[in-house]
C-alpha cells in the first residue's frame, strides 16, 4: 500500500511519539488564546452588545448556545473524518481522535440543549418541544453516546474503534437535517442567525454578531486544545507497551 | 453592577445557561487529566513489576 501521496509532515506527526510531544507543546497556547478570546467575546456579549428589542436581556444566551450548537455540528465532522481515516488507513492517531471526539462533541451537544431549554422557557414558554431542530440535536446527543457506548463494548479498543467510526460515518446523514431542519419544516426554533454567504444579511446587529463570531473563535480554540489533550491521554493508555510510553513515564520528572 | 447582573429580568434563565457551559467544559478539560494520570501511575506500577521479576538472582524480592 504506497502511501507517498501523503506528505512528510502528516507521516512525521502521525507518528504518535511526534504527535503526543507536539501537541503537549501546542496545546497551553491555544487554551490560553481560546481564554483571551472568550473573555473578549463574553465582555461584548454581556456588557456591551444592547439588549434585544423582542427578547431582552434573554437573547444573551445565544454567545453560548450558537457557538455551542456549531461546534456540536463541526466536531462531528472531525469524528468521522478521523473515523474515515481510521477505517481505510487504520492508523492508529486517526482511532484516537476519533474516539476521543465522542466525548467532546457529546460536551458540547449538551450544553446546546441545555442552554436552548434555558432559552426556550422564558421565550417559548416551554422547556423543550419536539420541534425538528430540537428532536435533530438531541439524536446527534444519542449519536455521540452511541459511539462512546459501542466504542466500549469491545474488548480489543482497535476493534471497537473502527466499530464505532462505522457508526459515527453512518450518524452523518443527521447533519444536514439537523443544520437545514429550520427551513425545511416549519419549526418554533427561529432561523439560523448568521448568514454565512453574506455576513451583512445576517438577522443580527453588528454589536451582538462580532461577540457571537469572537466566542466562536473561542470554542474552536478550546476544541483544539482539548482534543489534542484528550488524543495524548488516549495514545498514552492505547500505547502502554511501547518504549517511548516507557521512557516517558517511566522518568522521574513525570 | 446589580442591574446588568439582573439581566433585565432573566437572570434566572442567563446565569444557569452560562453555569452549565463553564461546568461542563471545566469536567471536558479534567476528565482526561484525571484519566492521564490514573493511567501514567498504572504503567509506573507495570514496569516496577517487571523490573523487581527481571533480576532472578535475587529471588528474596517480594513480587509486589
Known amino acids: 500500500m504506497s502511501r507517498s501521496y501523503i506528505p512528510h509532515w502528516m507521516h512525521w506527526l502521525g507518528s504518535p511519539p511526534n504527535f503526543y510531544r507536539f501537541a503537549g507543546a501546542l496545546r497551553p497556547w491555544l487554551l490560553a488564546a481560546a481564554i483571551v478570546a472568550a473573555v473578549i467575546g463574553l465582555y461584548g456579549g454581556l456588557v456591551l452588545a444592547p439588549p434585544d428589542y423582542q427578547q431582552g436581556d434573554a437573547y444573551r444566551i445565544i454567545f453560548i448556545h450558537v457557538p455551542s450548537a456549531w461546534m456540536s455540528l463541526a466536531i462531528y465532522v472531525g469524528m468521522a473524518i478521523a473515523g474515515l481515516i481510521a477505517l481505510v488507513w487504520r492508523v492508529k492517531l486517526a482511532e484516537v481522535i476519533a474516539m476521543e471526539s465522542a466525548p467532546l462533541g457529546a460536551a458540547f451537544t449538551l450544553i446546546t440543549l441545555v442552554t436552548g431549554s434555558l432559552w426556550g422557557k422564558p421565550m417559548w414558554g416551554t422547556w423543550w418541544t419536539w420541534d425538528a431542530r430540537l428532536t435533530s440535536e438531541l439524536v446527534l446527543f444519542f449519536l455521540y453516546l452511541g459511539v462512546i457506548g459501542l466504542y466500549h463494548a469491545f474488548e480489543d479498543r482497535r476493534r471497537g474503534a473502527r466499530a464505532a467510526a462505522l457508526l459515527a460515518l453512518v450518524g452523518v446523514v443527521n447533519l444536514p437535517i439537523v443544520h437545514y431542519s429550520v427551513q425545511w419544516w416549519n419549526t418554533l426554533h427561529q432561523g439560523n442567525t448568521v448568514d454565512w454567504m453574506d455576513l451583512g444579511k445576517s438577522s443580527i446587529a453588528p454589536a451582538m454578531l462580532w461577540p457571537l463570531l469572537v466566542m466562536a473563535l473561542a470554542t474552536h480554540l478550546y476544541y483544539f486544545a482539548s482534543i489534542l489533550g484528550r488524543a495524548r491521554t488516549g495514545l498514552l493508555s492505547l500505547e502502554g507497551g511501547k518504549q517511548w510510553v516507557r521512557e516517558l513515564v517511566g522518568a522521574p520528572s513525570r | ?64
Open chain 2, 1 to 64: 453592577m446589580t442591574h446588568w447582573l439582573a439581566m433585565g429580568g432573566y437572570a434566572k434563565y442567563v446565569w444557569p445557561a452560562y453555569a452549565v457551559f463553564f461546568s461542563v467544559l471545566a469536567w471536558d478539560w479534567l476528565a482526561p487529566a484525571l484519566k492521564r494520570r490514573r493511567v501514567t501511575r498504572a504503567l509506573r506500577g507495570r514496569i516496577a513489576r517487571e523490573q523487581s521479576r527481571k533480576p532472578r538472582t535475587t529471588s528474596a524480592e517480594a513480587s509486589a
